[in-house]
């Protein structure tokens, strides 16, 4: 009986916790979609900005050494590769869209937003959680973060699939690394071609569904 009530104070604490957790934030990014919609296109130009500095570093400079085969990469000569590859990505990707991402949260909440959704904004920010409230919340977490993995997981095998199977369409599957034309730039721009056609393919069906599934289910609230 003692289990039953403590099941049943566990589910609806749960089910409060959900409410109190993601209503108010659900209801704000559909009041102000428009402002997450620049967020996802900040988030596209970034992802395009990586492909397009990858396919550069590889065959626009001597380092990234696009004309090489694999057989001919050291040890040493792959570590400065990833390394001088990450470089190039922080200082022409990921600092930009940094700046211009905080830049415009920054316009937001100091320029566009009205007091009154600030204000509601630092009351739910700054509201107390018990131990328990807390305890479910990383609950939560850890399941939403799983299922996002998950999701990731099957998207990169997917892509992989369809790279092992483009290279074998190109009739190279049984070709030695030290093959001519067997290139880094070779394999990059194959892997580059299926992760978008994997993009266009399998991702903007899930986002358009997911837009309106959640315009549907919280856009009318």
């Given at each position: 009986?003692?289990?039953?009530?403590?099941?049943?104070?566990?589910?609806?604490?749960?089910?409060?916790?959900?409410?109190?957790?993601?209503?108010?934030?659900?209801?704000?990014?559909?009041?102000?979609?428009?402002?997450?919609?620049?967020?996802?296109?900040?988030?596209?130009?970034?992802?395009?900005?990586?492909?397009?500095?990858?396919?550069?570093?590889?065959?626009?400079?001597?380092?990234?050494?696009?004309?090489?085969?694999?057989?001919?990469?050291?040890?040493?000569?792959?570590?400065?590769?990833?390394?001088?590859?990450?470089?190039?990505?922080?200082?022409?990707?990921?600092?930009?869209?940094?700046?211009?991402?905080?830049?415009?949260?920054?316009?937001?909440?100091?320029v566009l937003f009205p007091e009154d959704v600030k204000e509601d904004c630092k009351k739910w920010t700054k509201?107390?959680?018990?131990?328990?409230d807390k305890e479910f919340k990383k609950k939560y977490k850890k399941k939403s973060d799983h299922r996002s993995s998950q999701s990731g997981g099957a998207f990169t095998f997917l892509v992989s699939i369809g790279f092992l199977i483009y290279i074998a369409v190109d009739g190279n599957w049984n070709a030695p690394f030290s093959t001519a034309g067997m290139t880094i730039g070779y394999f990059l721009g194959r892997w580059i071609e299926v992760f978008l056609w994997g993009l266009l393919i399998l991702g903007v069906p899930a986002l358009t569904f997911g837009l309106l599934w959640y315009w549907k289910k919280f856009g009318k609230e």
């Amino acid at each position: 009986m003692k289990m039953a009530s403590e099941e049943n104070l566990n589910e609806t604490r749960d089910e409060d916790f959900k409410k109190s957790s993601h209503v108010f934030w659900k209801n704000l990014t559909v009041q102000y979609w428009y402002y997450l919609l620049i967020f996802v296109l900040i988030a596209a130009g970034a992802i395009a900005g990586f492909l397009l500095t990858l396919n550069w570093y590889v065959n626009k400079t001597a380092l990234g050494s696009g004309a090489l085969t694999i057989a001919e990469m050291s040890i040493r000569s792959s570590i400065v590769w990833i390394v001088m590859l990450f470089v190039w990505e922080i200082l022409i990707v990921a600092i930009p869209t940094f700046i211009v991402g905080g830049g415009f949260l920054a316009l937001i909440w100091f320029v566009l937003f009205p007091e009154d959704v600030k204000e509601d904004c630092k009351k739910w920010t700054k509201k107390e959680e018990t131990e328990a409230d807390k305890e479910f919340k990383k609950k939560y977490k850890k399941k939403s973060d799983h299922r996002s993995s998950q999701s990731g997981g099957a998207f990169t095998f997917l892509v992989s699939i369809g790279f092992l199977i483009y290279i074998a369409v190109d009739g190279n599957w049984n070709a030695p690394f030290s093959t001519a034309g067997m290139t880094i730039g070779y394999f990059l721009g194959r892997w580059i071609e299926v992760f978008l056609w994997g993009l266009l393919i399998l991702g903007v069906p899930a986002l358009t569904f997911g837009l309106l599934w959640y315009w549907k289910k919280f856009g009318k609230e």
